[in-house]
């Protein structure tokens, strides 16, 4: 993905949105590497690289590297990229990797008091309730949280 840093930055999303396509499944840990590596240098990419992530075959191993790699982000993560990041971490997260998740969840993202960021907020918590919908191993993860918090 050398190309990358001529491409002008408005190609850039369509680009990383192409690569599962374009990309053999043997070379997508390559390209894991590189795209993970772009989401720590800026945050610019950090939604069209998850949905890019989202859309490759990756072993479960990788998966989780690439969620280790992305929980401290929760704190420095743009309000409006929080949905896709919360979303991506609730959907490819496996049942031994939740706990650690959710408590990265709890500890590191704090919601500001503004009206313009609430429509944000929302789409968060509408990840979350999403995640806990269709992964149903968090739902007790979540709950045993709540009441070690307690």
């Known amino acids: 993905l050398q190309f990358m840093d001529v491409v002008p930055d408005h190609l850039k999303p369509d680009i990383v949105s192409l690569l599962p396509e374009i990309v053999d499944g043997a070379e997508h840990r390559e390209i894991v590497n590189d795209l993970t590596q772009r989401i720590r240098d800026g945050h610019a990419l950090m939604v069209p690289?998850?949905?890019?992530l989202t859309n490759m075959n990756l072993r479960p191993d990788v998966i989780s590297d690439?969620?280790?790699m992305i929980c401290p982000l929760f704190r420095s993560a743009r309000l409006e990229d929080l949905p896709a990041?919360?979303?991506?971490?609730l959907q490819s997260v496996s049942?031994?990797?939740a706990p650690k998740v959710i408590q990265a969840l709890?500890?590191?993202?704090e919601f500001q008091q503004s009206t313009h960021e609430k429509?944000?907020?929302?789409?968060?918590?509408?990840?979350i309730r999403t995640g806990l919908r269709y992964q149903k191993f968090l739902v007790p993860a979540f709950?045993?949280?709540?009441q070690n918090a307690s």
């Open 49 to 52: 690289v998850l949905d890019a």
């Open 143 to 146: 709950l045993k949280e709540i």
């Open 85 to 89: 990041l919360v979303r991506f971490v």
């Open 66 to 68: 690439v969620i280790e």
């Open 119 to 127: 429509s944000s907020e929302a789409l968060v918590l509408d990840a």
């Open 95 to 97: 049942p031994a990797m």
């Open 106 to 109: 709890r500890k590191d993202m």
